[in-house]
């Protein structure tokens, strides 16, 4: 029987379903069973999550957890995640309690442009080419009027218009380059708007528009979150060691790629989270960061460290674009609910809390990294996995965490332990 189907977007949810159980999974009833039973019992809740996108046939859950004791710029934050990974928000609440007592994190936004271009090909003589634009320039601004006049009123818009010579890359290959504020928003439909808008307004017979469309790639739209203290501050038994060490760490991944990948994976545990749990686009964050860990040729680390005078100073600088307003953050319950936890921020400030994130999960990584190792904390915190796994009861559970609690986890230990439990 052919599996290609037409008109599939068509069928309601139950035809669906049948249609994937008769053909994927041989009619098997719990197949049903476990898509249905992630299903909202409330209906409109569940239409509410069905329409975010196309032929939606339950919900996948995650885990949101909350990491408390955030201090960023004297204020206090309790911080939202969602993230599959156990031990990500332990070591968000671990590093923030510990930096609460050494004067917290320190923020700054350092710029909030957008980018957008487009696109589009012209073999004639480049100075008509500018010419036409300079005429052009006002009217692409005209163009765009009827959708920046709300964005103008919220304080943003469209920064600029240029027009870009790229035909040493590619023959015959021009740009708009567009820039753009757009405040509480991530901007995406906006800028992406404005974009089609100018292209109709732009293209002539002699101009192929290729195509328009915002850029992930956002270098000037920069945040910063640092901590410091002097070192003996940073309490252990060699705080010194420490703080070497540690520092030594970051330089690593400041000139080595497949550390510097490691390193920045382990900040976009912290970042994501909070992205996912806003209902923000964390493919567009992770893209944007990665771009820029790269901006000099070479993938590198987005944190820095430096020990001078005996202060430990410890930081990031990384591109986020978020929105505070419009998108899923207006629409999803849960998204709505982590902004009204962190006291509904501006987006300037969610970069802030989102890059500090990314810098506590940095910390708590290196801290762990530099002194126990990773797996120590982390096969604590993956346990629970493998007891799940396993099916243990909660008495079981009990003894063998109690167990484990001096000794170090390994897959093979749990299941050895609970072999020897249920003889
Ligand atoms: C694991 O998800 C993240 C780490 O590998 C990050 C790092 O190595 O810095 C622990």
């Known amino acids: 029987m052919s599996k290609i189907i037409s008109g599939f977007s068509k069928l309601s949810k139950e035809e669906k379903i049948d249609w994937l159980s008769t053909n994927y999974f041989n009619n098997q009833p719990e197949i049903i069973k476990t898509i249905k039973q992630y299903w909202n019992v409330d209906e409109k809740l569940q239409q509410l999550h069905d329409d975010f996108i196309e032929n939606t046939i339950s919900n996948f859950y995650m885990p949101y957890g909350i990491a408390p004791n955030f201090v960023i710029n004297n204020k206090n934050y309790v911080i939202p995640m969602v993230v599959e990974e156990s031990s990500v928000v332990a070591a968000a609440s671990l590093v923030a309690k510990f930096w609460s007592t050494r004067g917290g994190f320190k923020t700054e936004v350092i710029s909030t442009t957008k980018i957008g271009q487009v696109h589009f090909m012209y073999s004639g003589n480049k100075s008509d080419l500018e010419a036409y634009f300079n005429e052009q320039k006002p009217e692409l601004f005209k163009a765009t009027a009827s959708i920046t006049k709300n964005m103008e009123k919220r304080g943003g818009g469209i920064l600029d218009i240029q027009l870009v010579d790229k035909t040493n890359d590619l023959e015959n290959y021009y740009q708009l380059h567009v820039t753009f504020e757009t405040k509480d928003s991530m901007g995406a439909n906006f800028i992406n708007s404005c974009l089609e808008a100018m292209a109709n307004q732009f293209r002539k017979d002699d101009i192929e528009i290729i195509m328009s469309i915002l850029s992930n790639y956002v270098p000037e739209c920069i945040v910063r979150s640092e901590v410091s203290c002097k070192i003996e501050d940073l309490g252990g038994d060699d705080p010194y060691k420490f703080a070497r060490k540690f520092e030594q760490a970051v330089k690593i991944a400041e000139i080595e790629p497949y550390r510097a990948v490691t390193h920045n994976k382990g900040i976009m545990n912290g970042i994501d989270s909070v992205v996912l749990a806003t209902g923000n686009d964390f493919r567009a ?121 001096n000794k170090t986890v390994s897959h093979s230990a749990v299941v050895d332990k609970f072999n020897e439990l249920r003889k």
């Open 285 to 405: 964050i992770e893209a944007g960061a990665h771009a820029y860990a790269s901006k000099d040729g070479q993938y590198r680390s987005l944190t820095h460290c430096s020990i001078e005078d005996d202060v430990f100073k410890f930081w990031i600088e990384l591109p986020l674009a978020l929105g505070t307003v419009g998108g899923l953050t207006a629409l999803h319950p849960m998204a709505k609910l982590s902004l009204d936890m962190m006291q509904r921020p501006s987006a300037r400030e969610l970069m802030e809390i989102m890059a500090t994130a990314g810098l506590a999960q940095n910390f708590a990584a290196l801290r762990a990294l530099t002194t126990k190792g990773i797996q120590h904390g982390h096969m604590k915190m993956h346990l629970q996995n493998i007891l799940n796994q396993l099916e243990a009861t909660s008495k079981e559970k009990e003894k063998i965490v109690a167990f484990f609690e």
